[in-house]
């Protein structure tokens, strides 16, 4: 048995219902190798001009071996694609809503039909099972209909003013937009930034992490088959260094980043000094809350969803799971019979629930967690070791999911993102109590409220402070709703309609149809 949600029926809470698409488009073959070059600019692959002799050996998670090859950006290559992304601006936001938003749909086809190689691709990039990066690239797929379909109604307004005169409030786009991902959902993290910025007629240059460069340079293939312009999405390869050159660079004019919140605290203050706009996307550290009468069934499938998707490596996860003292041994029983029937495995396999985590590195802070969680009192209830495997992915980093038991809100695996697959079980007993510990964090992300009883779900929901309160499920995020963070977790929000605001600036231009009345300050 393995993780108890029906794929079919996750596909379906996920996807959003079909949309009408171009019934064929004709797709350039994708690059589904991992040769080079890395950085796409000017609508083709290249190599930064200037190699200063420093490569990024991207390792493949769930054998430990080398996948490809990836020299980093300098300041000249990063000039370069923004160059570029600047001289596209004008034809790019010339065109009209309806063709940049068709353009979008197109790129939603062309992902669609090569579903099967761009979650090849992810897979190999990111060690998560086949399934989940099924759904992974399915979403972006998503994200690029919602936008391409609501293309046309990016409008203004007209304002009627006093005695006919009136003003008309334009969108505009900002400019060159930089956008800077984490490694967890590679593709997404990039669609969901790159799609709306592009509806509202920016161009784009894309930083992908040093772990997960792949699939930003085979978004690029996909956009140039869907038929956008040269120029208009462009990718630098690189480390941090890179995302601060490109960040800083004076002819970006906004900075979208999803990641940690210490690089999120760099990344503002770079766009500060040149007064960009900054979308932040950092970390979290979810409630999720079970009251006695939820469906406990319900509760174990969300806490799983809640924790072991993507080797726990989901900034949305609900990692403290705060249990009501009066179901807390038949929760707690439940959830570890449910956690020791995942399978760990190839992330190629269909059954495999459990796939590698990113790296060596963060495989031992993870441990790490599990190792001082021990310290300070906790009982390791399943999991908590590396799960060595034979053959080829002997040298990947397979960890055991881990449930934690008798823990307390100081603790540090309490307090702090683990970005892994460790459960922490709290107890409580009343409403009030569970709602102010699960608000006394610094992140404010998302949570969930598991109960049958209507008014406290809403109650509940509307005292936690964070961007995603889930009633009765967990991690599900369709392209329609914005997602983001209260306090640490972030600034502004992606996805929904509500991005839209964060892609353009308004212009307000106010027609005077009278004569000027200026008061007292003109005598004939
Ligand atoms: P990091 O903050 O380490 O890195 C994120 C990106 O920033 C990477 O591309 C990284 O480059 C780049 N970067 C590093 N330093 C700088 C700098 N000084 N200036 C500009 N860019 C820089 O995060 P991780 O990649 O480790 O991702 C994990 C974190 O991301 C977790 O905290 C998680 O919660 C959060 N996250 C948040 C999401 C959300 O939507 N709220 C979604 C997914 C993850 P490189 O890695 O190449 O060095």
Known sequence: MHLEVSLRVLRCLLRAPPTATPSHVTSRSLTTTFTGPWNYVRGQRCNPATVDGRVIKVLEPATGGVLCEVPTSDAAAVDDAVTCAHAALPAWRQLSLRERGRLLMR???????????IVNLEV??????????????????????????????????????????????????????????AWNF??????????????????????????????????AEVLRDAGVPDGVYNVVQGEGETGGLLARHPLVAKVSFTGSVPTGVQVMRDAAAGVKAVTLELGGKGPLIVFP??????????????????????CSNGTRVFVHRSILGEFTDKLVTATRKLKIGNPFDDDTTVGATIHEEH???????????????CRVLCGGERELLTGPLAGGWYLQPTVLADCTDSMKVVQEEVFGSVVALLVFDDEEEVVARANNTDYGLAGAVFTKDLQRGHRVSAALQCGTVWVNTYNLYPTEVPFGGYKHSGVGRECGTAVIDAYTHTKTTYVEMGDVDCGPLYQD
């Not at 790129?107 to 190689?117: G, K, S, T, Y």
């Not at 046309?152 to 505009?172: D, I, K, M, Y």
Request: charged share 15%; hydrophobic share 45%; with cysteine.
């Open 107 to 117: 790129a939603a086809a062309v992902i669609r039909e090569n579903l099967h190689d």
């Open 124 to 181: 190999r990039d990111t060690g998560k099972p086949i399934w989940e990066a099924r759904l992974d690239i399915e979403s972006c797929a998503d994200a690029f209909e919602f936008y391409g379909g609501i293309a046309p109604s990016v409008a203004g307004q007209h304002v009627p003013l006093a005695n006919g005169s009136f003003a008309l409030v334009v969108r505009e786009p900002l400019g060159v937009v930089a956008g800077i991902g």
């Open 186 to 219: 590679p593709m997404q993290t990039a669609v969901w930034k790159v799609a709306p910025a592009l509806v509202c007629g920016n161009t784009f240059v894309y930083k992908p992490s040093q772990f997960t460069p792949v699939t930003a340079v085979t978004l």
């Open 293 to 314: 009468d939820a469906c406990l069934v319900n509760a174990v499938k969300a806490a799983l969803m809640a924790n072991f998707l993507s080797q726990g490596q989901v």
């Open 363 to 377: 495989a031992r802070k993870v441990l790490s967690y599990i190792d001082s969680a021990k310290r300070e009192g």
